[in-house]
C-alpha cells in the first residue's frame, strides 16, 4: 500500500512539473510582433519560425507606411552608419540572431548606435515568445514605451 501511495505522489509530482514546463515550450508555426504605431516613419517587427519547438528562424526589421523594408533603404544606411557606426542591415541581422541563439528577448547584447532599437527589439521579441508560447498566431501589436 506505501509503494502505491508514493507512486501516486511521484506521478502527481511529475504531471505538474510536466505541465509548468509545457508553458515554456514553444509551438511550431509562425509568429509575429510589431509595434502598436510607427515611429519616424517607420514600424519596427519581429517574425518567428518554430520548427520543432525551437526557433528555425528570426527576422527583425521595420517597415514605413508603403510597406518599404528600412534595411533595404541604401541612402538610410549611409547616412546612419556615418553617424552610428552601424546601420539597419547590420544591426537587424544581429539581433534577429541572438533570438535564435538565446530563445528569448531577454538576453540581448545591445549593439552601439542602434540602443533605441535594441530596446524595442527585446519588448517585440518577449511579446512574440509569448505568442509562440501559446502558439498564438495572431499579430502581436506593442506600445513600445
Do not use: H
Request: hydrophobic share 40%; glycine share 6%; net charge positive.
Amino acid at each position: 500500500m506505501k509503494n502505491k501511495i508514493l507512486l501516486i505522489i511521484f506521478f502527481t509530482i511529475l504531471s505538474a512539473f510536466c505541465t509548468a514546463c509545457s508553458d515554456d515550450i514553444l509551438k511550431d508555426g509562425y509568429y509575429t510582433a510589431e509595434m502598436a504605431e510607427y515611429n519616424f516613419g517607420w514600424k519596427e517587427y519581429v517574425t518567428i519560425t518554430v520548427k520543432n519547438g525551437k526557433i528555425a528562424s528570426a527576422e527583425y526589421n521595420a517597415k514605413n507606411i508603403g510597406g518599404f523594408i528600412k534595411s533595404w533603404d541604401n541612402a538610410y544606411m549611409k547616412n546612419m552608419n556615418s553617424v552610428s557606426g552601424t546601420y539597419p542591415n547590420e544591426y537587424t541581422r544581429l539581433y534577429a540572431a541572438q533570438l535564435k541563439q538565446n530563445k528569448s528577448g531577454e538576453s540581448i547584447d545591445m549593439i552601439s548606435g542602434a540602443t533605441e532599437s535594441g530596446v524595442n527589439f527585446k519588448e517585440l521579441s518577449k511579446a512574440v515568445i509569448e505568442r509562440a508560447k501559446k502558439g498564438d498566431s495572431s499579430i502581436a501589436f506593442v506600445k513600445i514605451k
